[in-house]
Each structure stands twice: as C-alpha cells, then as structure tokens.
C-alpha cells in the first residue's frame, strides 16, 4: 500500500491479496515492537516497528515534558536498536504505565462503587424486611 502526502487522500494498491478493501479500525504493539494494523476487512499488517534506546547515564537525561526526556550532556550517546536486543529494554504489550494512570479518578470510582454497593444491600435489606411483615400479617 502507497501514498503520497497530496491534498487528496488517495492509495493506490501494489498488488491484489483476496481482501476486499478496508479501513484500519485498531492497532496492536507486540512484545517485539511491532505495530500491527487490524482492518475492517479481517487482515492485519505490519504498519511500523519501535526503536528504543539507551544511555549509559540514565540520570543524566534531561526532563522536557510530563514524562518526556531528552539527551542530555552527562547523558552519553543514545544505543539505538529493537525491543530486547543491546541490552534496551523489553516492551510489555497490553500494559498501563503507571504514569498513564489517575490515581485520583480511580480512587473516586472506587467510593463510588462501594457507595452504591451499601446503597443496594441497603434496598434488599428494606425490601427484605418488608416482605416479613407480609408474611407474618398474613398469617
């Protein structure tokens, strides 16, 4: 698959495989860096491949952003290379950097949701109760 950064969205087809034409509805990163395309038409494609790098001086990377670095000058030069190749670090596919997490929004969910858990056995103990004393005028 082609395309050329034109005013018009336009791809043109190198070949023919059988599927019928799709749009990219996800994407998955495997645990070798690998950016898989899923299409609307059931076929996946490699779409790109991460590179990841390291520094003999961790410490020494300069912060630029909330959770952005960039080499610094006690850095040292960046080793480039693959996931888990050199010495660089493995990639966890599915997983949530703590650091993309609200701490505080999942806390407030949580007192919600044992809020609302009282709340319903609260009801079903009331509901409960009532129906006793229907019973117990019936007879």
């Given at each position: ?69 960039a080499a610094g000058v ?5 080793i480039q290379g693959d ?57």
């Amino acid at each position: 698959m082609t395309g050329l950064d034109q005013g018009d969205n336009e791809l043109s087809a190198s070949r023919q495989d059988g599927f019928p034409a799709g749009t990219l509805s996800s994407f998955i990163i495997t645990e070798t860096g690998k950016i898989q395309g899923v299409f609307s038409n059931g076929s996946s494609r490699d779409l790109g491949q991460i590179r990841m790098a390291r520094f003999a001086n961790n410490s020494g990377l300069e912060q630029i952003g909330d959770n952005m670095f960039a080499a610094g000058v006690n850095s040292g030069l960046p080793i480039q290379g693959d996931p888990g190749g050199n010495g660089i670090g493995q990639i966890t596919a599915g997983a949530v950097e703590l650091s993309n997490t609200d701490i505080g929004q999942n806390l407030i969910e949580l007192i919600l949701a044992s809020t609302q858990y009282r709340g319903g056995a609260r009801v079903i103990t009331a509901v409960q109760q009532l129906l006793d004393e229907l019973l117990a005028l019936r007879r």
